[in-house]
């Protein structure tokens, strides 16, 4: 029996990305920081894992804490700290698949049909990137992205562009509403953060 799910799986490389300064938490790296006692980013791989061919961790620091958790590890090749979308071009260069899906390593609530209904939203409306939009607003960092875009990413940050919100727009993104899902894309952006999320971890883990 066919399995759609695994058709999907083999066109996507999953990309994580911690690549940031995370200055509104004191510039820890904010995968390695421990949420009901494992780092962060072991929630978002767990989550990620079964969802795509292979796993990236965009890193720009701590190389080799980020190499323990068994998926290959890519910088941005430069010390400027560019921003989401130069991971998006890290992955893609790394990438194997014709597609990645990005998350953020500081987002361990994803759920396990995040990257079926973006992949299906891409395919359907024939878009090369398809994003979150939470019914409030667009979570930019959640998405879908076709590798062919690689070389226009590459120029637009040449150019110095750093807005993801504008590169997207280029391309005629799709948006796709996780409405039902909204509480899946919580982050931990400041200490006040945590432990509304070890709460809902807490919720779901629960027998």
């Not at 969802?51 to 010390?79: M, T």
Request: charged share 30%; aromatic share 6%.
């Amino acid at each position: 029996m066919n399995d759609p799910d695994a058709r999907v799986r083999d066109q996507v490389t999953g990309v994580i990305l911690a690549g940031g300064k995370a200055t509104r938490m004191g510039g820890v790296d904010k995968g390695l920081v421990p949420i009901k006692g494992r780092p962060m980013i072991a929630w978002v791989i767990d989550a990620l894992r079964p969802q795509v061919a292979d796993v990236l961790i965009n890193a720009n620091r701590s190389r080799d804490s980020y190499s323990e958790f068994g998926c290959p590890v890519v910088d941005d090749g430069d010390k400027d700290f560019r921003g989401p979308l130069a991971g998006m071009a890290s992955g893609m260069r790394a990438a194997r698949t014709p597609y990645i899906a990005v998350v953020p390593c500081d987002s361990p609530l994803i759920g396990e049909e995040l990257v079926r209904r973006l992949y299906a939203a891409a395919q359907s409306s024939g878009s090369p990137i398809a994003a979150v939009h939470d019914g409030e607003r667009l979570q930019p960092v959640f998405a879908l992205l076709s590798c062919e875009l690689l070389d226009d990413l590459a120029g637009y940050l040449d150019e110095g562009e750093r807005k993801i919100d504008r590169w997207y727009a280029r391309h005629g993104y799709e948006r796709v509403d996780f409405s039902d899902v909204a509480e899946s894309f919580a982050n931990i952006n400041a200490p006040d953060d945590k432990r509304a999320v070890e709460e809902s971890l807490a919720r779901r883990v629960r027998p």
